[in-house]
């Protein structure tokens, strides 16, 4: 039983990863997590958010 | 022309002082309008929860733990007192202190911040104006890009019980006592007739709680709730369920009757003070101009949506005195998110980790969601749980009463719920606020290193107990 | 033939009876080789940690401290009190109960979970075998799948301090003084040290410590050290850096004479009793045959990979005699971890994230890396500070020493040390030991609802204040 499953109801992310996502409209689930089966922390999501500007 | 502010927030008390200094840490311009004053007339901050709430309610707990600890559980360790006295007005003197020095704190942070006080009574005008009614009844308007309403929460009065001076008495009339009552009255069995009469029971009064409902304690979890019967029950605490108070009659200008009934009929009770702790209901009387545009809700909060956006654009509300839980941290947690919004930020709150505290001893804390309300939404759960007695910090602390609950969801692992009743539930519940915030299972913490002796390391326990996994205690049997 | 195991453990510290009830609840034929006696010869659970160790330790601090709180800090809350005494003979054996208790609740676990006690000196032979020689000198030799070393520690004495029943004393020796000595020495002001110089300092002992090294308390985080030597030396804790002891002589059979060099030279210091805490070395003595195949490291511990394999393959060893910090809670983690990788999981433990207490008043912990550190290995950082004086629930508790400090990497925002004075943060670090294995930024902690009024709120502050954002307290101005 995998701690991290994506559970029902809200993504299964960290209170900054989500007021980031926000922020930026962007969609969790595109967003490559770091950490044990794939959980998402914010120098991930910042990453992703600084790629897709640069890719902009 | 009038004075025009990025942000004009309305009450002071933790919503609103909060939203002030964010709003003000963002660069907003920001003032904040407070019509508390104290017997000399100046203008208070901090609002219910620092001056008659949080604060002063917990200043007395801890003095009256103390002294109670010193009559009653010193033996044990080896301490030797004689003749152990409550000089109670020096205790309630130091509550004054405490509580000076922190809403003279806020005034500092005000000034800090740059943050403007409008002392008065403040109402909002349509078009976003506020108008301040000084003491001495001159009325400013002040223009505002951005308003918050944050004026929270009056207690709720009955007419059975009127408030009475020196013998009928509201919170904070309750937090002024200051000679121990032979008897106590509590109406109300909740957060705030809990702490007060724990307050005074621990002084030598022998208190009655009456409560109307024939539960205890409904919104904890059910084990919460009786474990925290039984044990305030043998701190001496008379709760009486089921028990509505009909009338009170003043005796000889010094105790009160008090009437009510419960499942046998008509009961009488007599008592030198009488605490009306019956719930709080939202501020609002003469805040809003009937143009003002903010609606009330059917049961007379200001109606906000779940940024805390009242129908007026612009125009926020925060609190007590809107939907949701009555805590001082949800209103912060409020004020935080609505001046991040104002600057410009899609800030948004959890509602669902938002920490409850009891404050009587052992102390009752939890956040998520309860196992009843669990099993009523017909979601699968999983239970640990791990008394104190089987915590070595617990036994070195003679605090071994209580436990740490944790529900998660059986086929996710992810934890729903923490319940804990314990002599620092308070402190130990933000390890999980903290955890569920981060969407933890019971896993999670199962693997995590706690340190050794302390009584966090129940809550690894009741994690590890949630898979019959506990080490300290012998496991149920597997299913 | 002789009898076989699945598991056996050698040593029934934290380290290993939690290995043995682990490898027991996952279905394995598990036995642990203990061979501390009582008094009376029966074999006695639990190792260092609950006999002579944190237990006990934390037993004496806990009534000490209620009786320096009562000697000293009652008058403010106006609890009036003549006479406060310690009946130390009473202290000493309410201690002595808990210990009874746990160490029996041991005993009590091992048959729940099915662990066999196998009493006596236990000894790795070759091939898995184990030689357990009893009291009476009869040796058994028992066969195994897998061995667990869980051998632990004992304290490194000095030759200029040789060990003198009743006047020079080690750790277990300190925990049974029966009456307050007028002068204590204390050689060591590690974490031993400044436990054992508290409790009697509580209790009016004129306490001196000589610690050797020239810096105070050098592992912990530097702003840590500094506030905790300020809040020692305000007790009357007399902390001597750079003092060597060089000899004792012991005057008429009762006070030691103890000399030692400073900066300034030859010193000499009178004293009822001297208690040795200058460190613990790890415990092999007549534990492995000749022909073992497991090896000792160039400091004396076992030598072990990262998940406590010995060379020999089913041979593993934990706790105090590996490499690694000398802590129970470590011992029992690792406990887990090999008994699961036994078990046939891919265990694995983050030695990234233990934290450390200091049992003072007010306590010290930390969990990741200090300040000094992290700029040595270069790492750019941000910090964050808020002080308990300025926490609500700290001045209702009149304990508002001390501080909490997070640092967070510039760069990526997330956590890594959480360093805390303060009246419990033994508790609070919990929280800090929790976010960082959820690999949590600064911003994570900065966006969750912590309770009002707590003193855990500090942590949520001092979250804000790594980005200035502190709300109860003016922070830095921006750079
Ligand atoms: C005895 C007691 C104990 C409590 N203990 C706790 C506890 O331990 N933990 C907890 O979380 N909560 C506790 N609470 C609840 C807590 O006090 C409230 O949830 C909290 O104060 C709500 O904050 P607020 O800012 O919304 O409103 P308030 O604190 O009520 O502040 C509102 C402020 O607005 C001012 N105001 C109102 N209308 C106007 C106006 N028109 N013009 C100008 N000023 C105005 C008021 O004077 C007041 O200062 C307790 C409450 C009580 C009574
Ligand atoms: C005064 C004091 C206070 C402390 N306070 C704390 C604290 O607050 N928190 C904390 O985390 N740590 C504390 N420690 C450290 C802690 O006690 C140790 O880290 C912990 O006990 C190590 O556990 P262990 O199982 O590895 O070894 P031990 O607890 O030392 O147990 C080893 C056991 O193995 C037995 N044994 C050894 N060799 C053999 C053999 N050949 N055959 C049979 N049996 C054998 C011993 O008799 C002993 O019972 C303290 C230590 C001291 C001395």
């Given at each position: ?24 409209d ?31 | ?41 100046a ?10 709430g ?11 733990h ?12 080896g ?32 000034k ?23 003491a ?11 308003v ?41 069995a ?11 029971a ?45 009338g ?61 956006r ?119 519940i ?24 302390t009584?966090?390391?129940a ?21």
């Amino acid at each position: 039983n995998s701690a991290t499953d994506s559970f029902k109801g809200k993504a299964m992310a960290s209170p900054a990863v989500r007021r980031i996502a926000r922020e930026f409209d962007i969609d969790i689930r595109q967003v490559p997590g770091s950490g044990k089966n794939g959980r998402i922390f914010k120098e991930d999501i910042l990453r992703f958010q600084r790629s897709a500007e640069q890719a902009a | 022309m009038s004075q025009k502010f990025d942000v004009i927030v309305i009450g002071a008390g933790p919503g609103g002082y909060v939203a002030a200094i964010r709003a003000a840490q963002l660069g907003l311009k920001t003032a904040c309008v407070e019509k508390w004053v104290d017997n000399k007339g100046a203008t208070v901050l901090g609002g219910t929860c620092l001056n008659v709430g949080c604060i002063p309610s917990k200043a007395l707990l801890e003095s009256t733990h103390k002294f109670h600890e010193a009559a009653h559980d010193f033996d044990v360790h080896g301490i030797q007192t004689s003749d152990v006295q409550m000089d109670v007005k020096k205790m309630v003197s130091r509550k004054d202190t405490i509580v000076k020095n922190l809403t003279g704190g806020i005034t500092g942070l005000f000034k800090a911040n740059g943050v403007t006080t409008l002392s008065g009574m403040g109402k909002l005008l349509a078009n976003k104006q506020v108008e301040v009614t000084a003491a001495d009844g001159t009325a400013t308007i002040y223009d505002a890009d951005n308003v918050i309403l944050a004026s929270g929460s009056v207690p709720v009065e009955i007419p059975p019980a009127p408030l009475t001076e020196g013998l009928i008495l509201d919170n904070a009339g309750a937090l002024n006592i200051d000679e121990t009552p032979k008897r106590l009255g509590v109406i109300g069995a909740g957060v705030i007739g809990l702490e007060m009469g724990s307050i005074w029971a621990r002084l030598g009064s022998q208190v009655t709680v009456l409560e109307a409902m024939d539960g205890f304690l409904t919104l904890c979890d059910k084990d919460v709730a009786k474990e925290a019967q039984k044990l305030l029950g043998k701190q001496g605490l008379d709760i009486k369920l089921s028990a509505r108070c009909t009338g009170t009659e003043i005796i000889d200008g010094k105790e009160v009757k008090v009437k009510y009934t419960d499942a046998a009929g008509e009961q009488e009770l007599v008592v030198d003070k009488l605490i009306v702790a019956v719930g709080r209901r939202p501020q609002t009387q003469g805040l809003l101009a009937g143009d003002s545009g903010v609606k009330l809700d059917e049961r007379g909060f200001i109606f906000v949506d779940e940024s805390c956006r009242t129908g007026v654009p612009g125009v926020y509300a925060i609190g007590d005195s809107v939907r949701g839980p009555m805590l001082a941290h949800k209103a912060s947690e409020e004020g935080v998110m609505v001046a991040d919004i104002i600057a410009g930020h899609k800030a948004a709150m959890n509602y669902d980790v938002i920490p409850n505290i009891i404050y009587t001893f052992p102390e009752l804390a939890w956040v998520g969601k309860t196992e009843q309300e669990l099993k009523a939404e017909g979601v699968k759960i999983k239970v640990g749980k791990f008394p104190f007695a089987a915590s070595g910090r617990a036994m070195a602390s003679n605090a071994t009463d209580g436990f740490v609950k944790i529900i998660a969801d059986e086929e996710t692992d992810r934890i729903l719920g923490v319940h804990i009743v314990g002599a620092i539930a308070s402190e130990l519940i933000a390890q999980g606020g903290i955890a569920m915030e981060f969407c933890s299972s019971a896993e999670d913490l199962q693997l995590m290193c706690f340190a050794h002796p302390t009584v966090s390391e129940a809550v690894h326990e009741a994690a590890l107990a949630v898979d019959n996994h506990a080490i300290h205690m012998a496991n149920r049997k597997k299913r």
